[in-house]
């Protein structure tokens, strides 16, 4: 039986970047916290140090930072008549592991979802009436505003080392940055990156064609920097192995070098890794959770480690998992749209071309994460009419490469054959002479697309896997067809020696080749508990003392990378457990 | 849905050496034969060539000749009352996979099992009375007599190679072979292997104790030979690379080589290889089966293939297996002692001392698998009295080496430390002037070692593992005990310069370190329906049309290798399935 | 790394310029001594599996079970770590052929091998756990020991006196690190350990070539002049 | 060395050899039995070993439906009678690290009347 073990104020189950900031917050605020991450223990060090980290197979190809599918997956099928089959080889999403999770091994891209997204049901009913959405397109308001959340984006910003250009400080439109973006109270931390030439080529062409072309908000340090918490950044080195590598230069803003050692240095904070969480516990009365069950998967041991509060931070589709498993709240019901445990589950879609331009030198493996140039014309410009297009959402435009590992990254012009002479010769040609224009898109929450739990099969602790049926929609097509468009217009103003067209993503999703790991919904924040899982604090509607964090809270999926927000959301929700929770627990919104 | 096949007179699951031997004889008889292979097809000159196959890491270490307990395994337990868990990795014993089966891998030793074991309950009751056989443990005569298998014993030897020297040909014993073995019709096909210094050194000490030592009888050809199907062997080549190793000079009896060609020339026989057998169908009456199911590994597909008869050939844990999972006959329950099928599970014991003999060259690399002299005095002499030693069954002394490679095999006198300077020096010192003298042991069988399924654990395909229950129980110690002194003394009358002692093997039974491959029991034959699974022909008691054939029948385990019976009595069922075909029914009145 | 080819002449030359180093020293053949003539230190081979830190624990302990001496070059110039690395790199540390399905439960010795890491995880949480033991008890991790130290680790690690707090069972890891050992040391070189057959010359294993039909008479009883060969020498 | 003496060497040398030719073909098909399991004689049935047919008087490793080891590939040696005997005395030694496992023939008469034999039969 599992040993019970002394009770401690909060379990954080996850340590990644919404872990690692609860654990700095809550322990510093007093509280006696507990960390149970399922990975290792994590360090600049010892485990991303040069020469070992530059492994673009066992990094890249073989995803060793990522959770290990023979242990724990999930089913994939595209519609609720298809037989849902496991994911038995990451492909399409590449969940971390460990700790620091994500935060160790993304680009950095930070930024800021405003109202376009946190009111978007009441924002197009107003503009193109409520028949313009499809019915079973179930988007629905989140229940927060950007005003409110402004200040907590700005403390995640300045706690990872964003580099950027504002676009608007206080309503007033600075040059250089996004002028769609919503207001800032003040400019990044730091500067912007050094530019690129891919980057660079697509801003001149962008500007040409009307569009307003800004520098990417990343968190890889354009300088060396020391945050807040005097947590101390080295400079990015343009090294070119950064998403799914960790950082040796401590210049990339990761959980593992910022919030974690300091709740590390903190009495009342312990983690315990290796500990795979496999249930939370609720009390008999169902209001309450007690605290959640795990296994040292050292030695095969089970312990129940009881709390008074309890905090999901294992990443978005691990926090649907658990509450699936321990049976918290309704599951979602496709067929009676009941429920709401997996309800509006999201993903993103994309496009993107490829230039090649005979002589000129790219040099694709000098880069960075967020090394690239930006246009939100069709993203958050508010001014841009959807009605005619049909489509809900928005797409962002961007040039230049991430990176130029061989393996995956040899641009080569369409028809070119893919072994013997020819394939060598146009190989060797055009590595260092292309470059990218690349989109990514929204998707809106569909009736169909949700997390339920698979009939048939398990993983490695006996417990069903998680299902996933999702397909992009209509809405979705439309889009994708809008942006093919935008991008070979750009592409060819700039007249490419050849160019490999963007084509729109209307096949159904494929879980093979990877897209994003930017899977949201599965437990919605939300106004009400018939449409929601949890409210504007994150706080579970039905078990006071559950929060829930990560992109599994949002309603729906931007064309955004979904950091920003998680961050905020954190920081957000712990001043709200410190300030309010904590000293009269119970509901903070009323039901 | 599983596609459903055209239906064929007989289907084979498992093409190992039972497999192979009953897919050319019945092919050969006319019937329409299809083999179910769950591994690849094998060949010596594409999978056992040098040097690829001159490797212990891979072949000896990580297995790469077995079944994958990824895919498929048991879970072990010593006693009932024990929660079983996963055999993760293999160990103490090896099951095979592949066209060729354990027949690929083994080392060769083929022994005749005589009525010593086929009338073991008579024979003790008879000698000692009812009383001397413990109340738990349920050995029982198997239905079958050594005259009855004589000649298929002897067409198995020509099949598969056997170099040995005769002891007893029609009641005259023979200088030089065991004078204990059952009459035999005539010599093996070939001369025993040329004899290495440490059977010599043993023959000379076991001589001058009374004993009778003798060549082991091994599928290793001592020199080119040509056998009665006309298969042609190369001359064995003491390589030392045999055990857990295919033959690359086609001196090792093996199916792949001998049995399987010939099925495979013969259009009455089609072999599907990477097809997992899952189930084994019955008809509503259950009286008959009506084919299997299985699913093609390579492309996860489920096909349904209808037979008249069905044999399982797929080595005894699996042949088990299968029957519990499809739900033919009734389960062994050891509380009650009602059912059959996972009854009488039995494994083998042993123990060995290593003997360091200073300035003496053993050369342990240069030996075939059959490199080993032994004596059987205190196994099928029937004369030595087990009374005053209270135990049943019998050990078989032998002494000499199999695959002594150097991750597997150092030997250094005991208390040598594990590692650093004093180590090196004396594994250098001693690796090729030792040498052992060991035994290998029966087990009775006992109401408590069995086969059951587990009802936590699944393989691969989602369907419950089966769980064994087994531990050596006291008749075992006992006789452990005996063998261990014997060992020692004759050790000792070697004067080695230093000697690890042979000690009993009393400890829980672990599924650790390997042991034996030798896994008998779980569908035994007998002479009632009520205590055995199958009749005397190998033919289930329940369901005339299913043959159940390997080491799973053996209703005990005797000291000596399965493999002699085993090849002996699929050559005995093949004969009895052709009679069957003339007329489809029971061949022996329940 | 490429399998370097045995050159004869070259080993010749370097043990008679060693003896002969060492004759005109006339010292007694110290450690340092014989470290200092043997063989040059192997080219790195690099590592495709283990930290800086894990790496350093695993030459260490490689070179303390095999120490340099006239029998054999030191356990890393064998390239016993490479072969260990090498295997946590590939499929058996990825668990090839081991049963991984739940639920987990301790057991008993005799029932193997329950744990649910696979091997590469077990070497990353054990390498951890015990550099920690070490720091705790000897306030240095395993590499930095000095032989004593690292003796009485291994000796107290191997017969069950060492726990690892909230680590992986220690014994488990011992034995498995253990057989590694051995294996590296004695499989063939293709796998990157036992280079120039250091370990088959120990013992005077023959190697690949094995057709010993007439070897069998010929060298009863006495030494045979093993001259081993590798898969690779055949390839 | 008297010239007498050198020309009486040389002669035995001659009768040895031609002892040598005349080995017994019938008792030589008895001895190829040991080739048998791995070679076959009919022209491009390979096996474990290349087919025999037409190798006296041919390079190493020249039939290219077989693999041949490196070792026979660099060994550039014609299947002469005398490269024949002194291959099947000791295969390692003439042609080192080779992957054919057999021992060899130890006795001369052996090769002889083998070498007879497949002279007659590998046409």
Not at chain 1, 219 to 238: E, F, I, K, M, V
Not at chain 2, 321 to 338: E, I, R, T
Request: hydrophobic share 35%; net charge positive; with cysteine.
């Amino acid at each position: 039986m599992a040993q019970k073990l002394k009770g401690v104020d909060v379990v954080l189950v996850g340590l990644g970047w919404t872990g690692g900031i609860l654990a700095k917050e809550l322990s510093e605020a007093g509280m006696k916290v507990v960390a149970l991450e399922r990975g290792a223990m994590r360090s600049t060090e010892k485990d991303f140090a040069v020469p070992m980290i530059r492994d673009e197979l066992r990094y890249s190809a073989r995803n060793d930072l990522m959770q290990n599918p023979a242990k724990d997956t999930l089913t994939i099928r595209n519609n609720p008549s298809q037989e849902a089959l496991p994911m038995r080889r990451l492909g399409s999403f590449l969940p971390g592991e460990g700790v620091g999770g994500a935060g160790v091994h993304w680009n950095g891209h930070t930024w800021r979802w405003t109202d376009m997204e946190f009111k978007v049901r009441s924002l197009y009913e107003e503009r193109y009436g409520k028949a313009y959405i499809p019915a079973d397109m179930t988007i629905q308001d989140w229940g927060i505003t950007y005003a409110e959340l402004e200040p907590y984006y700005d403390r995640f910003e300045y706690t990872a080392g964003i580099s950027g250009k504002a676009g608007n400080i206080r309503g007033k439109i600075q040059p250089g940055g996004s002028p769609f973006e919503a207001p800032r109270a003040r400019e990044y931390p730091l500067p912007p990156l050094r530019s690129s030439l891919a980057g660079e080529m697509f801003a001149v062409a962008a500007s040409a064609n009307g569009y307003h072309p800004f520098p990417r908000p990343t968190a890889n340090a354009s300088r060396a920097y020391t945050n807040p918490d005097g947590a101390r950044l080295g400079a990015c080195q343009y090294c070119g192995f950064c998403e799914r590598f960790g950082c040796e230069a401590n210049a990339k803003g990761s959980p593992h070098i910022t919030v974690i050692p300091i709740a590390m240095r903190n009495p009342n904070f312990e983690l315990r890794t290796h500990a795979w969480v496999t249930k939370v516990l609720k009390d008999s009365g169902g209001k309450r959770v007690t605290g959640v069950t795990y296994t040292s998967v050292l030695n095969g041991e089970e312990y129940e480690q009881p709390a008074q509060l309890v905090i999901l931070c294992a990443y978005a589709i691990n926090n649907v998992h658990l509450m699936l498993l321990s049976g918290l709240g309704v599951p979602y019901d496709a067929v009676t749209q009941k429920g709401v445990i997996g309800k509006n589950y999201c993903y993103q879609t994309g496009a993107g071309a490829t230039l090649f331009f005979e002589g000129r030198h790219f040099n694709p493996f000098m880069s960075t994460g967020g090394l690239s140039m930006v246009a939100d014309d069709y993203n958050t410009n508010l001014d841009f009419d959807r009605g005619p297009h049909g489509f809900i959402g928005g797409y962002s435009l961007s040039g230049g490469m991430t990176g130029g590992r061989p393996i995956s990254f040899r641009p080569l012009p369409s028809g070119t054959p893919q072994w013997g002479k020819a394939w060598k010769a146009a190989t060797a040609q055009w590595y260092g002479s292309a470059m990218t224009i690349s989109s990514s898109g929204s998707v809106m929450a569909n009736r169909y697309n949700y997390y339920d739990l698979d009939p048939t099969y398990r993983n490695a602790f006996g417990q069903p896997l998680m299902r996933m049926t999702f397909d992009y929609k209509e809405n979705e097509h439309r889009m994708s067809r809008h942006t093919a468009q935008a991008i070979n217009e750009i592409a060819k103003s700039m007249n490419p020696t050849s160019l490999n067209p963007a084509t729109a993503r209307t096949d159904p999703w494929t879980v093979v080749p990877y897209q994003s790991t930017h899977n949201t919904g599965g437990t919605i924040m939300g106004v009400n508990p018939r449409t929601s899982a949890v409210n504007k604090y994150l706080q579970s509607w039905d078990y006071h003392n559950l929060f829930v964090m990560g992109a599994s809270v949002f309603p729906h999926n931007s064309a955004y990378n979904p950091t920003g927000p998680v961050g905020a959301l954190t920081y957000w929700t712990a001043e709200a457990i410190k300030k309010r929770y904590a000293k009269n627990p119970g509901p903070l919104v009323s039901a | 849905m599983a596609t459903r096949l055209k239906e064929v007179d007989a289907v084979i699951v498992g093409l190992g050496w039972t497999g192979g031997i009953l897919a050319k004889e019945l092919s050969a008889a006319g019937l329409k034969v299809v083999a179910l292979e769950r591994g690849k097809m094998f060949s010596t000159a594409e999978d056992f060539q040098v040097p690829q196959v001159r490797d212990e890491l891979r072949y000896v270490q990580r297995h790469e000749l077995m079944q994958n307990a990824a895919r498929d395994t048991l879970t072990i337990r010593n006693n009932p009352n024990q929660e079983a868990l996963p055999m993760r990795r293999l160990g103490s014993f090896l099951p095979g996979e592949g066209a060729g089966g354990s027949g690929m891998h083994w080392s060769g030793h083929t022994w005749r099992w005589t009525d010593m074991e086929f009338k073991v309950r008579s024979r003790y009751e008879e000698r000692y009375g009812k009383s001397f056989i413990p109340a738990d443990m349920t050995i029982q005569d198997w239905g079958i007599t050594y005259a009855e298998l004589e000649p298929y014993y002897d067409k198995f030897e020509r099949v598969a190679a056997v170099s040995g020297k005769a002891g007893n040909i029609d009641g005259q014993i023979q200088p030089g072979g065991n004078p204990f073995e059952a009459p035999r019709a005539r010599e093996y096909p070939l001369p025993p292997l040329t004899p290495i210094l440490a059977n010599e050194v043993f023959s000379a000490a076991a001589k001058n104790a009374g004993y009778h030592p003798f060549p082991r009888p091994s599928a290793n050809a001592s020199r080119a030979y040509t056998n009665p199907d006309g298969v042609r062997f190369g001359a064995c080549q003491y390589c030392g690379f045999c055990q857990r190793f295919g033959c690359e000079a086609n001196a090792k009896g093996s199916p792949h080589m001998t049995v399987i060609p010939i099925a495979m020339r013969n259009p009455n026989f089609e072999l599907r290889t990477h097809a997992w057998v899952s189930k084994i169908l019955k008809d509503a009456s259950g009286k008959r089966v009506t084919g299997v199911t299985y699913t093609n590994v390579l492309n996860g597909e489920e096909f349904e293939q209808p037979a008249s008869i069905v044999l399982l050939t797929a080595y005894a844990l699996n042949n088990v297996h299968l029957m519990l999972l499809s739900g033919l006959g009734q389960p062994y329950d050891p509380v009650s002692q009602k059912g059959v099928i996972g009854k009488n599970y039995c494994y083998q014991t042993g123990a060995g001392a290593t003997l360091f003999f200073e300035g003496r060259n053993f050369n342990p690399f240069m030996s075939a698998g059959g490199s080993s002299a032994s004596a059987d005095d205190f196994n099928t002499n029937w004369d030595f009295d087990r009374g005053k030693h209270g135990w049943i069954g019998g050990y078989n002394l032998s002494s000499g080496f199999n695959t002594a490679l150097p991750i597997g095999y150092r030997p250094v006198p005991r208390g040598t430390p594990a590692w650093g300077k004093e180590w090196k020096a004396a594994t250098a010192k001693w690796y090729q002037t030792a040498m052992n003298v060991g035994v290998s042991g029966s087990v009775m069988a006992n109401r408590y070692n069995y086969f059951d399924l587990d009802p936590t654990y699944r393989n691969a395909f989602g369907q419950p593992l089966m769980r064994m229950t087994f531990d050596y129980k006291e008749n075992e110690h006992k006789m452990g005990r005996h063998a261990a002194q014997v060992i020692n003394d004759l050790a000792k009358s070697m004067n080695p310069t230093r000697l690890n002692e042979a000690t009993a093997r009393t400890e829980p039974w672990t599924v650790v370190p390997y042991q034996s491959t030798h896994n008998t029991g779980g569908t035994i034959m007998g002479t009632s329906p009520r205590s055995s699974a199958l009749n005397k022909y190998l033919q289930s008691w329940d369901y005339h049309n299913l043959f159940v054939v390997g080491a799973n029948v053996f209703a005990h385990n005797a000291s000596y290798n399965p493999t002699g019976p085993v090849g002996a009595l699929a050559y005995w069922t093949a004969d009895a399935v052709k009679r069957y075909t003339k007329n489809p029914a029971p061949l022996v009145s329940a | 790394m490429k399998n370097v080819p045995f050159n004869r002449r070259a080993f010749l030359k370097s043990a008679v310029a060693s003896s002969a180093a060492a004759v005109s020293v006339g010292l007694p053949q110290s450690a340092q001594a014989q470290q200092k003539a043997a063989a040059p230190p192997t080219p790195s081979a690099g590592y495709a599996f283990l930290n800086p830190d894990e790496a350093a624990f695993i030459e260490a302990v490689v070179d303390h079970m095999v120490p340099a001496d006239e029998l054999s070059p030191k356990g890393s110039d064998m390239g016993i770590n490479t072969f260990i690395d090498r295997a946590l790199a590939g499929g058996w540390g990825k668990g090839d052929r081991l049963y991984m399905q739940g639920p987990w439960k301790q057991g008993v010795p005799s029932q193997g091998y329950q744990l649910p890491l696979t091997p590469a995880e077990l070497y990353r949480a054990g390498i951890a756990s015990a550099n920690a033991y070490c720091v705790k008890t000897y306030s240095k991790p395993f590499d930095k020991m000095p032989e004593t130290q690292r003796q009485e680790f291994l000796v107290a690690w191997s017969t069950g006196k060492v726990n690892f707090e909230n680590g992986p069972p220690a014994r488990v890891f011992f034995t498995m690190l253990y057989q590694n050992v051995i294996e590296g040391m004695f499989s063939d070189p293709l796998y990157g350990g036992n280079q120039n057959k250091a370990g088959w010359k120990m013992i005077g294993f023959p190697g690949v070539i094995a057709v010993n039909q007439q070897n069998i008479e010929k060298y009863r009883d006495k030494k045979f002049p093993a001259n081993p060969l590798g898969i690779a020498d055949m390839s | 060395m008297t010239t007498r003496k050198v020309f009486f060497a040389a002669a035995l040398a001659v009768i040895a050899h031609a002892a040598s030719a005349q080995g017994d073909p019938k008792r030589g098909e008895k001895v190829f039995e040991e080739c048998r399991a791995c070679h076959a004689i009919e022209k491009g049935s390979n096996g474990v070993g290349p087919s025999l047919h037409g190798v006296i008087g041919r390079r190493a490793a020249e039939l290219d439906d077989f693999r041949y080891s490196p070792a026979f590939k660099r060994a550039n040696i014609t299947w002469t009678r005398q490269n024949l005997d002194a291959f099947l005395a000791d295969p390692q030694k003439l042609v080192p690290a080779n992957r054919m496992p057999y021992a060899g023939m130890p006795e001369a008469k052996d090769r002889a009347d083998v070498i007879e034999y497949m002279q007659r039969i590998l046409k």
